[in-house]
């Protein structure tokens, strides 16, 4: 039986993401910074987008960085520029936001899935490997892992395997800028990486915003064509691109969040470190004798080389539906990453995918929820957080 959380008090909300907060204390440098870009009357592209992709090159330690107008966009971009064409397969996880699938279908290619690691819920490798080593996938050009809820894949071995194989890596960071696997940063990871700036991103624009780090000066420069309509020079298209550009304000907002980057997220790793505390001592983590009674609760593993950036809280919940309804009840912010795996999104029936392919990712998708987190989130509401689910189970 769970037992109450102590100092916890009645709450009458806990959002599950407040960006409210973080405006109060960075507005006069956002409206300053809009105001630069307004008193240029230079709105795409130029000075403010260039000076983001050289700052957000040198955070990722990458060589450049190209903006673009979203995640998905860059993740497009990132594949085309690896040479991904019509017939390629590229191999992803089936757990993942909708586009790191979708992103490789739009360039022509086939999305290939394996299942996930249960402990991280990023793409296992070993599931990868074995399809690499039994010479399945002929057409294989490309491994895009996604670095889901802030946490690094496994990207030790998706370098041996990019390598060995001879495919192009390319990581899916949307929701991981500022993660580390050992000492590199998200964005140095592989031939490139796709960063989304979506509102609720840790590092986030006030619109759709994304941006690809690479280290190829080749690939920088076919991804600076293809997000202009394929062309270099005004008029000239060498080949069928996109409109995907930045906007100067858009990228003038992001330089000023940049800065704060780094704090907010160790406020995240923190409060993430808080909420474990919470529930290991609320006793909804103890497992008891019999099998039968597993833990309530499962909280989010981190593995040993990876620096998490808890983009996500995310624990696996028995009875995920009928806790999610209760904390609704109670105005406290909950959300599933992600209620469909992506192998049975009816778009890509053609994929030929039944349930129980990928037993991992849809358990995963039955049992996750994700919990209020944001840097600005006090302890009192983690109390109340932590204090109803408690209920709950009572
Ligand atoms: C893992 C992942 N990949 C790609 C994207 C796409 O980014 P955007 O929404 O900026 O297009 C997202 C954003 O939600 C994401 O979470």
Redesign the pocket.
């Known amino acids: 039986m769970p037992a109450s959380v102590p100092g916890s008090q009645t709450l009458d909300s806990v959002p599950l993401l407040d960006l409210q907060r973080q405006y109060e204390q960075i507005r006069a440098e956002v409206l300053a910074a809009v105001g630069r870009v307004c008193a240029s009357q230079h709105y795409i592209l130029g000075a403010e987008v260039e000076a983001l992709e050289r700052e957000l090159a040198s955070f990722c330690g990458a060589k450049d960085a190209i903006g673009c107008a979203?995640?998905?966009?860059a993740?497009w971009l990132a594949l085309v520029a690896a040479g991904i064409q019509p017939g390629d397969h590229v191999f992803t996880t089936p757990f993942?936001?909708f586009?790191?699938a979708s992103a490789i279908a739009r360039a022509g290619a086939r999305p290939v899935f394996a299942d996930i690691d249960p402990l991280t819920f990023n793409l296992d490798p070993a599931k990868v490997e074995s399809h690499l080593r039994a010479g399945k996938h002929r057409a294989l050009r490309a491994l895009l892992p996604?670095h889901?809820y802030g946490q690094c894949a496994d990207m030790d071995a998706f370098s041996q395997l990019a390598k060995e194989f001879d495919l192009a890596l390319i990581e899916?960071a949307?929701?991981a800028i500022g993660a580390r696997w050992r000492d590199a940063s998200a964005g140095s990871l592989g031939e490139s990486a796709?960063f989304?700036?979506?509102p609720t991103k840790n590092l986030s624009a006030y619109g759709?915003a994304?941006l690809v780090t690479t280290n190829s000066a080749d690939a920088a420069a076919h991804m600076r064509r293809l997000r202009n309509h394929g062309g270099s020079r005004r008029y000239v298209h060498e080949e069928m691109g996109w409109n995907s550009r930045l906007d100067a304000i858009q990228a003038a907002i992001l330089r000023v969040k940049l800065k704060f980057v780094d704090g907010w997220n160790q406020s995240r790793r923190e409060r993430a470190a808080k909420y474990d505390q919470l529930f290991a001592a609320s006793g909804l983590t103890s497992t008891g004798q019999q099998p039968e009674n597993a833990a309530p609760i499962r909280l989010p593993q981190t593995s040993e080389h990876a620096h998490h950036v808890f983009h996500q809280y995310v624990v696996r919940a028995y009875r995920r539906d009928e806790l999610r309804e209760f904390l609704t009840a109670r105005k406290i912010g909950n959300e599933i990453y992600y209620p469909i795996p992506l192998h049975l999104q009816p778009c890509f029936i053609y994929l030929g995918h039944l349930e129980g392919d990928f037993p991992e990712a849809e358990r995963a998708a039955k049992e996750v929820l994700a919990l209020p987190m944001f840097p600005e989130l006090i302890e009192e509401e983690q109390r109340w957080v932590v204090q109803s689910i408690a209920d709950f189970y009572c």
């Open positions: 979203s995640g998905t966009d993740l993942s936001f586009a790191s996604v889901l899916d949307a929701q796709a989304s700036f979506y759709d994304g």
